[in-house]
């Protein structure tokens, strides 16, 4: 069948028409899934390597992805670990803003500080932080009021306090050591000092600075205590073998801030999932990356996720029998 030239032309342009719809509809969809025209690029800064913050980095960057933002595709990720190093953390930060990121993830406080210092401009999502108030990250969590904003792993500190006491129900002493610059460790420590003295317990702290610390901070308590709380300290957790080596010889249980310490070989947790803590970072982040939210007005996450962890080799070779109800739906370290 023929068409006149008038018919033709009128034809052509209504299907330009409606290719110009579809095209803008696709787009539209595109936009709403992290867009496959645009490329985004992502500043990933950890403060330092152990099992937990790598969780919460690879929660975020498996989210991401579920999201439509996919490394290789429409997303570069500029992954950086400051290895405990305040000055790695001021260069990361700097090395983020002159290539002028979509976004920082900033694993543990320092690392959240460092790069909310250094930018009011490029959107942060923090994650593996107790308390962004208390570290003057945000003016409330409700409302962070500026560029950042993120998850929180606070610890259900008095169920874990409680767990301590069904393990190890003659504890009359418990010994913490903790990093002196984390805010997050201080804040927990002082947390469970406070719950673990309303419970008629005593606390003997010691604090450290670096690694290196921990052997002598361990032995220096180990004497004067029944079990150690171990906060989500991020020296502790990179160095559990040090601490272990002390404590484990010494007959003297570890009730862990988290599961990860576990699997290193503390003796039990109830607290956070952080491979899940990382994925809700990463969906917070994506809704910044697509438009429909910004950090100032996003309120602070907190975990969803709260799981018991048992490891029941440390628990035999310190003679503590776990108890079978605290062991229905928990996770087991063989």
């Known amino acids: 069948m023929f ?57 975020f960057v498996d989210a991401l992805k579920e999201r439509g933002f996919e490394e290789g595709k429409n997303l570069t990720i500029d992954q950086q670990n400051a290895q405990a190093d305040q000055s790695n953390l001021q260069n990361i930060g700097q090395r983020f803003i002159n290539n002028k990121v979509d976004l920082i993830y900033a694993i543990a406080t320092p690392a959240a500080q460092t790069v909310a210092n250094l930018t009011k401009d490029i959107p942060i999502i923090g994650s593996a932080i107790t308390d962004y108030e208390a570290a003057k990250l945000v003016k409330s969590n409700n409302a962070p009021g500026a560029n950042l904003t993120g998850t929180s792993d606070m610890n259900p500190i008095k169920e874990q306090i409680d767990l301590l006491l069904k393990l190890a129900p003659n504890t009359k002493t418990i010994g913490c050591i903790y990093t002196s610059s984390e805010v997050n460790s201080e804040i927990q420590f002082k947390l469970m000092k406070e719950y673990a003295e309303s419970k008629g317990l005593k606390v003997e ?15 220096s308590l180990v004497g004067k205590v029944d079990a150690f709380y171990e906060p989500t300290d991020n020296i502790i957790a990179s160095a559990m073998p040090t601490l272990l080596a002390v404590t484990d010889s010494a007959k003297k249980p570890i009730i862990c801030g988290e599961a990860n ?3 290193a070989g503390g003796l039990a947790t109830y607290g956070v999932d952080y491979y899940q803590l990382g994925k809700q970072s990463g969906m917070m982040a994506a809704d910044i990356l697509e438009g429909k939210a910004k950090p100032e007005s996003m309120p602070i996450q907190f975990a969803k996720n709260l799981k018991a962890v048992f490891n029941k080799k440390d628990a035999a070779a310190l003679g503590i029998t776990i108890p079978a109800d605290l062991l229905d739906g928990a996770d087991i370290i063989e």
């Open 3 to 59: 068409f006149s030239k008038k018919i033709k032309a009128a034809a052509l342009c209504a299907a330009a028409v409606m290719s110009l719809g579809v095209l803008a509809g696709c787009g539209s969809e595109q936009a709403a899934k992290g867009g496959s025209d645009k490329q985004y690029s992502v500043g990933i800064v950890q403060l330092v390597e152990h099992s937990a913050l790598d969780a919460a980095n690879k929660g």
């Open 261 to 263: 310490m576990v699997t």
């Open 205 to 219: 702290a010691a604090t450290i600075s670096t690694v290196n610390d921990i052997q002598q901070a361990a032995q």
